[in-house]
């Protein structure tokens, strides 16, 4: 996973809500819910910020990127991201559509986690949010709907996509033209040619500064581009020539070893029995 910086697309902001809910009773761990749509000109961008409270973005069918300082979130629909009070972030959406976001009361919010955390909202989650939206402060069903919310978001686990970039200038030209260009089939000894080094001294410089074997590193490259390509709405055998499987089902197997979810989760059309995936570092 990179700390990618990025660049403005837009001066639009990423999602048009209607006026936030009222807020909850006195003590409700809730200050608002914003639900919305995305425009439809995609993608937008929201300049680097914090909140003074703690917040939850989720997405029903858009696809949104989240950076802070230590990594970048990318949220499939059906899931969303929990971000603490005073995080730095900047946003993006990828591919338009519905999202909330909800603000919590710093003072009265059960959760208390300290970094930016991926969770699934499923069917149950959905409906209650949406009840929440509804029912007004003094309703008296809202107490038990938003302690069972609570209870509902989990922490899901993370599968990092990271891409360490070798110092060495040798592997840096390496790295640096895979990334620009995943598909590229050239190995080790083809690499070696180009660069004029030997087999053996590439293969120890990749091991020794990224941690990974030659392939391997390869085969995070091809799976962090394909997150985006597939984000961006193409299709999985589309999305596998593009970042340099001639097999689909090599670039499936490849998609679910690294991040533990099928590519299918990112296309918008098969989400009802994928894995519980978490937000997905970019």
């Avoid at 959905?126 to 069903?141: F, V, Y």
Wanted: charged share 15%; glycine share 8%; hydrophobic share 35%.
């Amino acid at each position: 996973m990179s700390n990618s910086h990025h660049t403005p697309a837009t001066s639009h902001e990423p999602v048009r809500t209607a006026s936030p809910t009222s807020p909850g009773s006195p003590g409700s761990p809730i200050l608002s819910i914003d639900r919305g749509e995305s425009g439809p000109l995609a993608p937008f961008f929201v300049e680097t910020h914090s909140h003074p409270a703690p917040i939850l973005m989720w997405t029903s069918t858009a696809t949104v990127t989240v950076g802070t300082l230590a990594r970048d979130w990318l949220i499939p629909p059906g899931y969303g991201l929990w971000i603490p009070g005073g995080i730095e972030h900047a946003g993006s959406v990828l591919h338009a559509g519905e999202g909330s976001l909800i603000v919590f009361a710093p003072d009265h919010c059960p959760i208390t986690w300290s970094e930016p955390t991926g969770v699934s909202i499923g069917p149950l989650l959905r409906e209650l949010i949406a009840h929440l939206d509804r029912t007004g402060p003094q309703d008296p069903s809202r107490p038990h709907a938003e302690a069972l919310m609570f209870t509902l978001l989990v922490p899901l686990p993370t599968h990092d996509i990271h891409v360490s970039v070798p110092t060495d200038p040798r592997v840096r030209a390496i790295a640096e033209q895979i990334v620009a260009d995943p598909a590229d089939p050239r190995e080790l000894a083809a690499w070696a040619d180009h660069v004029h080094a030997g087999v053996r001294t590439l293969s120890r410089l990749f091991r020794s500064e990224t941690g990974l074997s030659f392939a391997h590193w390869r085969t995070q490259v091809r799976i962090r581009a394909a997150v985006q390509l597939l984000a961006g709405g193409a299709s999985v055998n589309a999305t596998a020539r593009a970042v340099g499987y001639r097999k689909p089902s090599a670039f499936i197997n490849a998609f679910r070893r690294i991040t533990g979810q099928t590519p299918g989760t990112y296309t918008h059309t098969d989400t009802t029995n994928a894995p519980d995936p978490p937000p997905t570092p970019s």
